[in-house]
C-alpha cells in the first residue's frame, strides 16, 4: 500500500477538496511539506505527522513535484508568482501539477513561464466532489507533456479511480469546462423533467425509475434527481461553484466567438438563485428555481 | 420462445417502430391482426403471413387486446373515434394499449370514453427507437389500472427489456414527456460542450473519453456525443420528431401554468434547424446550431 514511499511531495490549498487528497497521499507513504493560506486547516494535517510551512516559495523549497488545490484561478497566479511564492524556491526539474479548476488562457500562460525556469507544468482538474476526494475516486482530466504526465501518474493513482490525458497544457482544463457545461445542463434537464412529471400528476421518484436505463440516464439523473426527489439539497457541490465554472466557460467560449446559449441560460437561472441567498445549497437546488402554480 | 402463442392481438401503425414490434410479437406466437392507413406497409407483413384488414373496426372485431403506434394524438384520435373507428367494433372486456407519444390530457379523455365501452386503456409509450423495437429492447413506461397493465405484461416482455408502471392512466406520458426533455436538453448540453472543447483546442473525442464515468456520464454523451464526433446523423430519432415532443411536453407545462424555460429554448434551436430543411437529420444534429468561427 505504500506506493509512495519514495516521494517528497507539496501540497497547497487545504480546502475541502484538497485536505483529504493530502491525507490520502500521505497514507500512501509521501512525504508531504504542505501551506495554507489561513493555517488551521494546516494544523489539522500537522496532528497526522504532515510538516507545514509558512510560504509557497518554502515548499518548493523542500519538494520537486508540487500539487495545487486552490480557490480560482488569481489564486494559482498568486500561488506561483506572488509575493514568497513558488517561483521564488523553485528547483530545477521542478513539477508543478495543478488539480483546481482555473481558465484556460491563465493555464497556458503559467505553463510558459514556468518553462522558463526549467519547471514542467500540468493542468489536472478533477470531478467526483468532497466524497470522490475521500475515496481517492476522483476522475481526472489531464493536459501536459507526455513524459510530465508520466511523472503524476502514480500521484494520480492514489487521488482517483479514472484518469485520461486529454492533450497538451490546458486540455485538462477545457474537459474540466465541458464537464461542468454537461453537468450543469444535465441538473437544469432532471430539474425541468421532474418539475413537469409533478406538475402533471406523476410520481416523479417513479418517473425517474421509468427513466433510468433508457437514453435519458444519466449520472445526474441517478444521483441529483434523487437529491431533488428527497429536497435534500446539502452540498456536494455549491450553486456558488457551479456558476462559478460556468462563467469560465462562457469566457473561454467567447475567447472563440462561440456562443453557447443554454450553458448562458443555465448560468442566469443559478444567478437567479445566488440573488436569493441560495447559493450555498447543492447545484440540485435549481430546481427552486422552478415555480409550479 | 412462443411465450404469446394463445394471444389474438391487433395491431394499428406499422411505421419505422411499429413493423418490427409487429414481427417480434409475431415471432413470440401471437396471432396477428393488422391495419395501417396506407396499405403498403401491411403488404409487407402480410408476406411473414401476418393477416391485414381495411379499417380499425374490422381489427377491433377480431381482437380482444390492440396495440396502437400511430405518428400523433389526432391519428389516435382517428383510429379510436373516427369513421370505421376501434369504437365500431370493440368487443367487452377487451383491451387497447396506445405505445405511441400522445398528449396526457387528450390519453386520459381517451380512456374515460373507452370506460364507457367497457374497454379498458393503457399509455405505455416507450424508448429506444428503431433498433429498440427491432431488438425488443424498448423501454417501456405504463399508466393505467393494475389489472389493465397485468394483462399487457406479456406483451411488453416480448417488446421491452425495461418496464415500469409509472401510475395511472397518462402517467406513461407523463413520464415520455419527462423523456424527451432530457433527452433534448442532454443532446444540448452534450452539443455545447463539445463544441466549446473543439474550438478552444482539445480533441472532442478526448474529451469525450475524460467525461464518461463522471457526474458528466450519461447515455446521450456515450451513443450521441459519438455521433457528433463522427459527424454521423442519420437518424435515428428526427430533428421533427424530437421537436414534436417538446412542443408536446411544453403545451403539458402549459397546462399547468409551468415555465420550462431549458426546454423552450431547446425547441426553438431545434426549430432553427427545420427552417434550415435539416429536419429529417438525426437529432444529435443539434451541434450544428453552434457556430464556432
Not at 130 to 144: C, H, K
Not at 152 to 166: E, K, N, Q
Not at 192 to 200: I, P
Not at 246 to 252: D, I, K, S
Amino acid at each position: 500500500m505504500k506506493r509512495l514511499e519514495n516521494y517528497t511531495l507539496g501540497f497547497i490549498g487545504l480546502g475541502l477538496m484538497g485536505r483529504p487528497m493530502c491525507l490520502n497521499l500521505h497514507q500512501a507513504g509521501a512525504r508531504l511539506i504542505v501551506h495554507n493560506r489561513s493555517p488551521e486547516a494546516a494544523k489539522q494535517l500537522e496532528r497526522a505527522g504532515i510538516l507545514s510551512v509558512a510560504t509557497p516559495a518554502e515548499v518548493a523549497r523542500s519538494a520537486d513535484i508540487i500539487l495545487l488545490m486552490v480557490a480560482d484561478t488569481p489564486a494559482v497566479e498568486q500561488v506561483l508568482f506572488g509575493p514568497s511564492g513558488l517561483v521564488e524556491g523553485l528547483r530545477e526539474n521542478g513539477l508543478i501539477i495543478d488539480m483546481g479548476t482555473t481558465a484556460v488562457g491563465p493555464t497556458r500562460e503559467f505553463a510558459k513561464r514556468l518553462k522558463q525556469h526549467g519547471v514542467d507544468y500540468v493542468d489536472a482538474p478533477v470531478s467526483g466532489g468532497e466524497i470522490g476526494a475521500i475515496n481517492g475516486t476522483l476522475t481526472i482530466m489531464a493536459g501536459g507533456e507526455e513524459q510530465a504526465i508520466q511523472r503524476a501518474l502514480p500521484l494520480f493513482d492514489v487521488l482517483g479511480s479514472r484518469f485520461t490525458h486529454v492533450g497538451d497544457i490546458g486540455a485538462g482544463q477545457i474537459a474540466k469546462a465541458a464537464n461542468q457545461v454537461i453537468v450543469g445542463l444535465n441538473i437544469g434537464a432532471v430539474a425541468e423533467a421532474l418539475t413537469l412529471a409533478r406538475q402533471a400528476g406523476a410520481d416523479p421518484a417513479k418517473v425517474r425509475e421509468a427513466l433510468m436505463g433508457g437514453f435519458a440516464s444519466s449520472r445526474i439523473l441517478e444521483v441529483h434527481g434523487q437529491r431533488m426527489i428527497d429536497g435534500d439539497f446539502a452540498p456536494g457541490g455549491k450553486i456558488t461553484t457551479q456558476h462559478k465554472d460556468l462563467r469560465q466557460a462562457l469566457e473561454l467560449a467567447a475567447d472563440y466567438h462561440l456562443e453557447l446559449p443554454a450553458t448562458r441560460l443555465n448560468a442566469e437561472l443559478y444567478q437567479t438563485l445566488i440573488d436569493q441567498g441560495l447559493g450555498d445549497l447543492d447545484h440540485s437546488a435549481l430546481i427552486k428555481v422552478l415555480k409550479g402554480e
